[in-house]
C-alpha cells in the first residue's frame, strides 16, 4: 500500500463530492474512537495487573531471596 501525504489526500479529498466527503470525516473520527478505546484497554490492563503483582510485590511473608 502507498503511503500518501498530508497535501495528496487533500487533494483527493477536495476532489470528492460533499457527501464522500462527510463519509471521510466520519471514517477519522471512526479510527480515532478505535484508537482511544485500544490505548484505554491497554491502561486498564496494565492496571489490573499492576493491582494483582502488587499483592506480590508488597507480600511482607516473602522473602525475596529466597530460591
Not at 477536495?14 to 464522500?20: G, I, S, T, V
Not at 466527503?21 to 471514517?27: G, H, N, P, R
Amino acid at each position: 500500500m502507498k503511503i500518501l501525504d498530508k497535501e495528496s489526500i487533500l487533494k483527493q479529498l477536495d476532489e470528492l463530492p460533499p457527501e464522500l466527503t462527510q463519509e471521510v470525516l466520519d471514517f477519522i473520527e471512526f479510527l480515532r474512537i478505535r484508537r482511544a478505546k485500544k490505548e484505554t484497554a491497554e491502561q486498564n490492563l496494565l492496571l489490573i495487573q499492576q493491582k494483582n503483582l502488587r499483592k506480590i510485590w508488597d507480600s511482607e511473608n516473602e522473602n525475596l531471596y529466597e530460591i
